[in-house]
């Protein structure tokens, strides 16, 4: 019933920045709980940050704590990731993900809790 769509991936040197965006084509985008996950070679797919609603609580994974920015756009049915201070551990493909029907509480980490999905966008920061 909705597609995820990620940009904005590429290649950068570490401690240089990037934003992603994931383009959502669902009107009810704006009540959707949404984050973004990553997974790199040889991992587990990893909670990265997550918005309930705009101007709503965030939440952020400690490794990526005061170093990336997560905000949605509403009207644009948007939401992005800004990162900055970006390490080589940062390397993974990017995933976006929506949860229709968002829990009272704390965000919701894990994956499966989620509906929708992007196809995921390449983060490579090198040394």
């Known amino acids: 019933q909705v597609q995820l769509v990620e940009s904005g991936g590429g290649l950068v040197q570490a401690g240089g920045s990037l934003r992603l965006s994931c383009a959502a084509s669902?009107?009810?985008?704006?009540?959707?709980?949404m984050a973004w996950f990553r997974q790199a070679p040889g991992k587990e797919r990893e909670f990265v940050a997550g918005m309930r609603w705009s101007g709503g609580s965030t939440y952020y994974a400690d490794s990526v704590k005061d170093r990336f920015t997560i905000s949605r756009d509403n009207a644009q049915n948007t939401v992005y990731l800004q990162m900055n201070s970006l390490k080589p551990e940062d390397t993974a493909v990017y995933y976006c993900?929506?949860?229709?029907?968002?829990?009272?509480?704390?965000?919701?980490?894990?994956?499966?809790?989620?509906?929708?999905w992007g196809q995921g966008t390449q983060v490579t920061v090198s040394s």
């Open positions: 993900a929506a949860d229709r029907n968002p829990p009272p509480g704390t965000m919701v980490t894990v994956h499966p809790a989620y509906d929708y």
């Open positions: 669902e009107r009810t985008f704006r009540y959707y709980a």
